[in-house]
């Protein structure tokens, strides 16, 4: 049986609290090792991550081109790179794993560019690579119940999404930053702030359980003082003619992670809270409202064995995380033995959603920045 | 001791929802008598109403303006008359009571213009009259504590405004109505149907705790294969710069009469659930959630005062009514006694406010008819 | 038609809660007029309230033993009485207006020993009269729909209850008494605080809804250094075999007015919260929580008619409280029309369970003062 | 710097949840490696899980005796080993691992007996070995910030503990046992079911966070047609004099693992329900309720820095267990290296805790069997 398999970091130092949940999102399942490096700039946390690690000091490496290079040179190689490092160092070092045929998983946002994006999914696409990027909050079971649900028509036709992120974190930079973020720089974060931040979970969830495509998008922007946004109000309407709203914001008193989606059709709705991800609110038209838990034996058989605790039991962000990482190196392993990759396995986000998110992006801040006009998308 | 008037009621048939709502709120204090009224357009209805309620046989009216004729001629007439048939007869019924000198209490929505409106405002400030237009939601003792807590200062300046009104009654119509509902008929609902019907309280609500004016709105409605809107989304921008959404839906599962109100300041939040309208959540910045109660001994004695059962047991929407009615009553009895009432007496809904409620439902349907453009208010 | 009756009220001065709450309950149908009244010891008061409520001053009696007799002697006498005075009052007072052939509605407790309201309940039964004893919680509309899903067997046979009443008003009275309640005299009120005041609400509430009798009961008490118990934890053995636990307590803090009930059985639960009384948990076996509303359409016909108010806006106590009064006149006005009343009007709390409640609190206090033994009950 | 340690498992095949769970837990912080273990009884699965895991073939036994000296025997044996095998085999297989001078951490609950307990606990002692169980729940960051608000005297003295551990799985077992469980079989589980299975949770967790003992306790059991305890209610008097109420249960419909524990002061109230882990609910005295929440920048530096994720992101169980562990190693480690834990460092449940759940279930066990009198602890 070989069911293990290689990986990289770069960036992931300890320190790095979202190279953490990468790494033990990739740990909790066991089936990758990592074996090379390139966790940080400074040379001796560099070497003290690899050394924490155990990682050979010949794969901690202090560039991460000689990296690609060097592991696609070896037998041993790895078999994939998790990329954690800040949003604009991205495109490049993604797309010098992909040119040295070694697959890609991303850390969200993509990159800045729509072409960007699309040069990586060719690559991606032409050396046959995976390319994933990491959107987290699908990977709760429920919401893959919530996706079943809407697929199987529990709500019929969508006919209005209302989703969104809250975070109160900048309210005490209301008119003036204190420098303390680096997401407010548009060298290191791009057009945006917010909308780039977390406004693309936003997208990105509800194209993951509806399907839909926005079609077209109405924002409104406040910066606050700062140099990017730091609260966006949007009207959307989706290819299928439903309307929306998404909000995100960083100044909303009294949410510290409140991401919330509500997906309302002719039939009924849906409803889910991130910070009690466990659960789903479904209301059938003419039914009582209803609490459905992952993991409970009314589900389907293949929405019950997406869970990895007993019901009633907390799964959290670590879990969430560690169901994509199954599906990618599933994957991984399938495509290495010869084998070809389910549906199922395939059920992570990828380039061509990393790259829906940058047009999102574009297109909300193309609208806010016009006097809050309809911008196609 | 002279404390209780004399009233009148326009429609509330025994049968009728709303005329009910109005009656029991008059009696909850027991300080204004029921002595005459047009209870039905059908004759042995409005006879029957009347004896139901003890009214002499000669001061039910067949027809109002017989009303409110005669009732300006007695000595003992109505010291006001209560109007709560459909929308569309507010305007010819509250303005024949204005012009003949009573006071008058008219269900909301006031009427469909304007102009109209301007004219009843015009009749009541030259006749000195009482003019009071029903929007029940603030008359909660826990919306006064929320207004009194944004005038403190206690979120700072208000920076976003999210609301929403969702019911799901009409979700079984998606598609095509089944003619059951006045409000689709634009003869009798005017230019708006959800707009018109639950939009104004979400407007008047929000106007009411911040004292907040809209400035513009874009706003996107649904009609779902009827004559007039049942699902609106909208984005606002107020007259001290705050953005926020608005949100009022007659499709929307899982909601039966969901009126929420969230308002968001640079100094904390405060959060309203009209489904569980004695509690206030109030988020302080850098502080844990409050659920604040109506009636606890920690708020200050003006607003623990508003309250009418002891502390923990619902009040419900009679004592809400009945608190708006305390207070036009008691300013009629002062008016009448030649007093002076107080701010605190003068705090209920008056024509000004369904002025502005009429203006709002004309930006909105100005424009989601336009193409979701932004229109000034 | 002859709908309306005429009442008295014992009690009930206008700055009496508990008084108000009767009278806006009666209020409410606008089927019974109050004629007659003993509303205060002190005559001024007496008088006063008298003439706000508008009965003639010849029916404003300063004794009630003459009301009762006066009354009685009338050929348009006063077709009930409400008794509204404190606990001690109430037997001597029910007693009189029973022996002068006047139904009786009382305040719970309805008396302090088991042979005095045994004589109550005789007295009633040879005279043919309605002596009803105001339990307010069961007369919200969902508990209604919770008594009827039990009776239908929607949750099977009842294996455990689990039922609390918790207030916080007398956590600052923590080791000494302020003196400020009446209550913690037991000259008023009787051999219990806390077991008879709120206690007896949970023991009436939990047989109403499921039909079962406390068989034995284990209590242990706190009196924190008062002379009458303000705590009370219990044990519980029902005739069916279930058992449960009972908690009524007013330190508690946290809770204004903690009412929660949950009946478990072997093929479901129910839970009902007071402070959200127009909802109600269902969960089936194996199957989602559901969230059941008071007047929703999935709901039978009967427990749907059961509303006053359209669907999700909150009714409130007054409106419970009316319900029990709806069935009280309803009764009487058959009774006097010699029609006779149906399961449905005789559906409000009577004498027997007020004598119910007073055989639990005496078994109750019996095992706390045992050192919490087993008390039959 | 020699942070990584090394240690071994007994269970924990791939296939056991509560094995995985300790792997998981232990791997978090990547502070100790596996190198041997006894999986399995099954000679082949023990092999495969051994070849999964990476562990060396001589280092994968079949006996767990025989692992127990091999181990302690190398120079480079394992620093500790971990229990994860079904209740009744722990007292033989942690005795063995002691008293080769092997650490200890064991799954709970510890053994069956009193003076097992105490052997163990004595042999730890002589040896100057860490013996560790694991109850969970204490683990989470927000139950360590309950216990300091207790111990800071944010609610004063404790006069009430009420609390509750509910599942429903066995609600479709009422009256007769499927045979599927093996701690329905006193061989395996002990003298009780439920008691041991999920109160000791409770009995723990409340004398963790408030520091009082149980004095006596009264319980009522009941079987339901199984040979142990399936749902158990308790009335409890502590060492302090405070009484309580505990609730395990297996056939609590609504319930999937609803573990909730409030504890009432004389100056506020702390409430923590096990599905939204991450919140404590906090009520002072005369003032609103608190929604307090893990990480937040309001608690204390001590309590936010025991916050893995960001504030907001659900950490789940896998997070708390692993704080258990980050103690035990830091402990571990330390003694390694020579140097004293702190008290910090020694925050996790040891034998001492285990003998105190033994001796709960006994006291448990006795009271119900014996007609639900009181027995002391």
């Not at 050396?127 to 996706?147: E, I, Q, S």
């Not at 974060?189 to 979970?201: E, L, P």
């Not at 019901?311 to 959290?316: D, I, K, L, R, S």
């Not at 380039?351 to 006009?373: C, P, Y």
Request: hydrophobic share 35%; net charge negative.
């Amino acid at each position: 049986m070989n069911r293990k398999i290689k990986y990289g970091l770069i960036g992931g130092s300890t320190e790095s609290s979202i190279g953490r949940k990468h790494k033990n999102a990739i740990n909790f399942d066991e089936r990758a090792e990592l074996v090379a490096g390139c966790f940080s700039r400074n040379g001796d946390t560099n070497k003290a991550v690899g050394d924490y690690y155990n990682v050979e000091p010949d794969r901690v490496y202090g560039d991460y081109r000689e990296m690609a290079e060097k592991e696609a040179a070896r037998k041993d190689g790895i078999d994939f790179v998790s990329i954690t490092t800040p949003n604009f160092t991205h495109f490049e070092i993604a797309r010098e794993f992909l040119l040295n045929g070694i697959n890609v998983v991303c850390e969200k946002p993509l990159c800045f560019e729509v072409d960007q994006a699309e040069e990586l999914i060719k690559l991606a696409k032409e050396k046959d690579l995976v390319f994933a990027v990491t959107y987290t909050y699908p990977g709760y079971a429920v919401v893959k119940v919530m996706k079943e649900m809407i697929e199987e028509g529990k709500i019929g036709k969508v006919i209005n999404v209302d989703a969104e992120y809250l975070q109160d974190s900048m309210l005490d930079q209301i008119g003036a930053t204190d420098g303390s973020i680096w997401r407010e720089d548009p060298k290191q974060a791009g057009i945006s702030h917010v909308f780039g931040d977390i406004g693309t979970h936003i997208e990105y969830f509800v194209r993951y359980v509806t399907g839909l495509h926005i079609k077209k998008i109405c924002a409104i922007s406040d910066k606050f003082g700062h140099k990017l946004d730091i609260n966006d109000n949007m009207l959307l309407e989706f290819d299928n003619g439903a309307h929306g709203t998404y909000w995100a914001s960083k100044v909303a008193a009294g949410y510290l992670n409140g991401f919330t989606v509500r997906i309302f059709g002719d039939k009924g709705a849906l409803e889910w809270h991130q910070q009690t991800p466990d659960y789903l609110k479904y209301t059938p038209v003419d039914a009582p409202i209803q609490i459905i838990s992952r993991g409970a034996e009314y589900l389907t058989e293949k929405s019950a064995n997406l869970s990895r605790l007993p019901v009633g039991h907390p799964e959290g962000l670590t879990i969430a995380f560690a169901n994509h990482y199954r599906n990618i190196i599933t994957t991984l392993i399938k495509k290495k033995n010869g084998e070809k990759p389910t549906a199922a396995d395939l059920d992570f986000p990828t380039g061509e959603d990393g790259l829906e998110g940058i047009r999102f992006i574009n297109a909300a801040v193309k609208s806010a920045d016009s006097g809050s006009t309809w911008v196609e998308m």
